[in-house]
């Protein structure tokens, strides 16, 4: 038997006919031999699915050589703008976290047995799904069960001005009206807005102020002399120190302190079995 | 056409364009969380099982963290990189050869694909790893749809790739001169 005659053989239905559909296509043209064996058939395929991935899965969990530099602000023209480098280790990152203290915006018991803080930028369409989310979380659960922390992450070169400015008027919020004020003030900001910076924040922001019971005026004189600057910045700050490279950016804390990064808008599927778990422990 | 139906009847091509298009898919749903998956991998706190349904769970985002576009552009992008493997394994298969240029446009896309993901979600993306998180949100902010370009280059990039792969296929098999 001829190598030619070997390679018949071995070939499948399938093949022998495509092989068949181009010799006819081409009355005068050769048939190139092509030996595929059964193993070829199922590894070659095989090979580049799982190449494929490998190298994906390389790119997605190298981290590359730059996500640990991260800029403390986007605005060059801030003083504040210094380069902050977080700890190489995501793990240890986390726990430059500020300690949760009663200054803190929580939804929820202070010692609840889960905390999520959350790290948001008010201009993020994300961070507003994020928003509905942790309220279904915070109102499914009982308040000694979970509590939900809110900072402010706002990304200055992707929402300028207006993701900042609203994060300074919830603080005025909070200044009049307490932490009540606060929710309410930011729960009905996420409500109303489109987000993306396309938000008109010299007309919403005094807008629901007025609609929670704030006095107005002294509420747009805290928001235009920027009265709570640093309040918001030391949020940016600590954000940046955890490891947040983007909104919404949380970190749930559990009840032995354990710590773990939750980056993007979690669904609530990914959240509840955490919580489950963590509220059984 | 008659290679389209060959291929539609074969139970290789099939596996191989569900898993790629599964692999795919999960790896940009996936990717905006990678912080979170990779503390799962290594954490003593959660079984095995709240794991699974945590990880489970975030096919999910492909609704809650991505917008309307995005989430069609990325179940497009991921349908036509298991087209393209399809056709490209079936060429390696049938001719044990493929151009370069499919390759680079079926490699380019792919890649285009994934850089482009979630640059709308306010820096949590693929480029954020790749760059410094100021210079990859400084390109998207540059970029006037927000990053959603790198996805529609993904898609015509993989679409192109297609073409060249049909064409090949539909090249008679000739020793050459």
């Not at chain 1, 403390?72 to 500020?98: F, H, M, T």
Request: proline content about 5%; charged content about 20%.
């Amino acid at each position: 038997m001829n190598k030619k005659e070997n390679t018949a053989t071995s070939e499948s239905a399938d093949e022998s006919q495509i092989r068949n559909d181009l010799t006819t296509d081409t009355p005068n043209s050769a048939p190139k031999d092509v030996d595929i064996t059964e193993d070829t058939k199922f590894t070659t395929p095989m090979a580049v699915v799982v190449a494929g991935v490998i190298i994906a899965g390389a790119i997605m969990f190298s981290g590359g050589g730059g996500s640990n530099q991260v800029a403390r602000n986007a605005d060059v023209n801030e003083p504040q703008a210094n380069e902050v480098q977080p700890s190489v280790n995501e793990q240890e990152a986390l726990e430059n976290i500020n300690p949760v203290t009663a200054d803190d915006y929580v939804k929820g018991n202070l010692d609840a047995k889960v905390v999520i803080v959350e790290y948001s930028d008010a201009e993020c369409p994300f961070c507003k799904r994020f928003h509905e989310t942790m309220n279904q979380v915070v109102d499914e659960y009982d308040d000694s069960e979970v509590a939900w922390v809110y900072r402010h992450f706002p990304l200055e070169q992707l929402h300028p001005v207006k993701a900042r400015k609203t994060a300074l008027a919830t603080e005025c919020a909070a200044d009049q009206g307490g932490t009540e004020a606060f929710w309410a003030f930011t729960d009905r900001f996420y409500e109303l807005t489109p987000s993306n910076n396309q938000t008109d924040t010299d007309t919403v922001l005094p807008q629901i102020a007025g609609e929670i019971g704030l006095n107005v005026n002294e509420f747009n004189d805290c928001v235009a002399t920027e009265k709570f600057a640093d309040a918001v910045d030391a949020d940016i700050q600590n954000a940046v120190e955890t490891g947040g490279q983007g909104t919404p950016w949380s970190i749930m804390i559990g009840p032995d302190g354990t710590k773990t990064p939750l980056g993007g808008a979690l669904p609530y599927e990914s959240l509840k079995p955490m919580i489950d778990q963590m509220l059984e422990s | 056409m008659k290679f389209v139906t060959e291929i539609i009847s074969n139970k290789i091509s099939w596996l191989v364009f569900v898993m790629s298009t599964w692999a795919i898919l999960t790896i940009i749903v996936f990717m905006p969380h990678v912080a979170m998956l990779r503390s799962l991998a290594v954490s003593n706190s959660f079984t095995i099982a709240t794991k699974a349904q945590t990880i489970v769970g975030l096919y999910a985002s492909l609704w809650t963290n991505f917008d309307f576009v995005s989430s069609l552009t990325i179940i497009t992008l991921s349908l036509l990189f298991g087209v393209n493997l399809v056709l490209i394994t079936w060429l390696f298969r049938v001719k044990k050869s493929a151009s370069l240029k499919s390759l680079f446009s079926s490699g380019s896309g792919t890649l285009f694909g994934l850089l482009g993901v979630g640059c709308a979600a306010c820096g949590s993306i693929a480029l954020s790893s790749l760059l410094p998180f100021i210079t990859a949100s400084g390109l998207i902010a540059f970029l006037p749809l927000d990053g959603v370009e790198l996805q529609l280059m993904a898609i015509a990039l993989l679409s192109y790739s297609c073409y060249r792969l049909i064409v090949e296929i539909k090249k008679p098999m000739v020793c050459p001169i």
